[in-house]
C-alpha cells in the first residue's frame, strides 16, 4: 500500500521526547519491551550528541523528557544530561528499576535539576522480586530507593509489571505501594512487545485473572476514602473490543530516540518494515516533519476498511501499527484487537492459551555481550 504525503493533515510538534540512552540493563526481565535484538544498539550516542538531540527537540516544543532504557543510571553522563536539559526548559522523567542508584547518586541528579523519578517494581516481595527480574538482592535495593526518592523530596511514582506470575498477589502490591507512602502507582498489566511478545503465553493472565484483580483493586480503593496512593490499572488489551490510541496517533506527540540515534514514532517501530532515520545523519526537524516513515501512518489516508469508514477512527487511529504487524504480518491491517476488524479471532485464540501453557520456561532478556559499567557508590 502506498499514500501519498500530501494527504497527510498539518503535522503538530513532538510534546513528549523518551530518550532512550542506553539499552544496557542489571535487570533480565522476560516482559522487557526492548527489541530482541539489541547488537546494533552498542553504539550508543556520546554525550554531546544527546545534548544536540535534547537541544533539537527543545527548539521544536517538546516540553516533557524522558530518560529511559535499559537502565538509564548505567550511563555515566545522566547527571550532565539531566543539567543540560533543565537549562533547557524540559520537565525531565527518570525511568528507572533503581539498580544503581545511591543516595550520593540520587544527591546529584537532585543538584542537576532532575524533576521527577518512577521507580518499577517486579513485584511486592524479594523472592518473587528477584525471580522475575533474574536479579539478586534487587528488591533490596529497590527497597532502599524508594526511601531516598521521598528523602530527596520527589514525587513517589511507583509502576508495578503485572504478568501471570504476580497478578494474584495484587493486595500485596497495593499494600506495599501505601506503607511505601507512594503518590501514584501504576498497576500495569504488560503489553507484549520484545521479550514480552516471545513470552506472551506464559504471561498473559487469564480473564478471571484480570477480572479478580480488578475487583480487589475496586475493593482497596473503597477502602481508602481518598487517602493514600492514587492506583491506575492498565490491563492488556488482548481482551478489549477497541484499540488504544497507540502513542496519541502516529507521529503528532511522542517522539523517541534510540541509544545508537533511530528517531523512532513509538519505542517498538523498528519491528516494522519501514527504514527509520538517524539523528547522526539528519537534524530532529526534518526528520519529524519530512521522512516517509514518520508520515507513513499519518492521518487516515493509510487505513483499510473497515477503519477507513469507521466513525471511532479518530478516537483509536486504527489502533496499534506494531500489534498489528506481529499478530497479522501486515502493517496496515486494523489492530486485531478491535472487535471490528476481520482479524479479531486471532485475540481469542491468544486469550484461549491463557493459563495452559504454566508460567514456567520464560525467556529472559538477555544481550549477547555486556559493557562493562562503574556505578556510583556512596
Request: hydrophobic share 35%; net charge negative; glycine share 6%.
Amino acid at each position: 500500500m502506498t499514500i501519498s504525503l500530501n494527504e497527510t493533515p498539518p503535522i503538530t510538534p513532538p510534546l513528549w521526547l523518551l530518550a532512550e540512552i542506553t539499552y544496557q540493563c542489571p535487570l533480565h526481565c522476560p516482559y522487557c519491551s526492548n527489541p530482541i535484538n539489541m547488537e546494533e544498539t552498542f553504539n550508543e550516542l556520546p554525550t554531546e550528541q544527546w545534548e544536540s538531540v535534547l537541544t533539537q527537540a527543545r527548539e521544536m516544543g517538546a516540553v516533557q523528557l524522558g530518560f529511559s532504557g535499559g537502565e538509564p543510571l548505567l550511563r555515566k553522563d545522566l547527571e550532565r544530561l539531566v543539567a543540560y536539559a533543565r537549562k533547557l526548559g524540559f520537565y525531565t522523567n527518570l525511568i528507572t528499576s533503581g539498580i544503581g542508584m545511591t543516595e550520593k547518586r540520587i544527591a546529584k541528579l537532585k543538584a542537576a535539576g532532575l524533576d521527577h523519578i518512577q521507580l518499577s517494581f517486579q513485584a511486592a516481595n524479594a523472592e518473587a522480586n528477584d525471580l522475575i527480574g533474574n536479579k539478586r538482592h534487587s528488591f533490596e535495593q529497590k527497597m532502599k530507593i524508594a526511601k531516598l526518592v521521598k528523602k530527596y523530596d520527589y514525587p513517589m511514582v511507583l509502576n508495578f509489571c503485572i504478568t501471570a506470575q504476580n497478578i494474584h498477589e495484587i493486595e500485596e502490591v497495593m499494600d506495599l505501594s501505601t506503607r511505601l507512602n507512594a503518590d501514584f502507582v501504576e498497576l500495569a498489566t504488560v503489553q507484549y512487545y520484545g521479550w514480552a511478545y516471545e513470552n506472551r503465553d506464559h504471561l498473559l493472565p487469564t480473564k478471571d485473572q484480570l477480572t479478580q484483580a480488578e475487583r480487589v483493586i475496586n475493593s482497596y480503593r473503597d477502602k481508602q476514602d481518598g487517602r493514600g496512593p492514587k492506583f491506575i490499572f492498565v490491563a492488556p488489551d488482548y481482551y478489549e473490543q477497541r484499540p488504544k490510541a497507540c502513542m496519541n496517533g502516529w507521529g503528532t506527540t511522542f517522539l523517541t530516540v534510540t541509544p545508537d540515534g533511530s528517531a523512532l514514532p513509538c519505542h517498538s517501530a523498528k519491528i516494522l518494515p519501514l527504514t527509520f532515520p538517524n539523528v547522526k545523519q539528519r537534524s530532529l526537524h526534518d526528520i519529524w516533519h519530512h521522512d516517509f516513515s514518520f508520515n507513513h501512518f499519518r492521518g487516515d489516508s493509510w487505513m483499510p476498511s473497515p477503519c477507513k469508514t469507521c466513525d471511532e477512527k479518530d478516537k483509536d487511529f486504527g489502533g496499534c501499527r506494531c500489534q498489528a504487524y506481529m499478530l497479522t504480518g501486515d502493517m496496515y491491517k486494523t489492530d486485531p484487537v478491535c472487535s471490528k476488524s476481520p482479524d479479531h479471532h486471532i485475540m481469542k485464540s491468544i486469550t484461549d492459551k491463557a493459563g495452559t501453557v504454566g508460567t514456567g520456561n520464560l525467556k529472559y532478556r538477555q544481550v549477547e555481550r555486556q559493557i562493562k559499567v562503574d556505578v556510583i557508590d556512596d
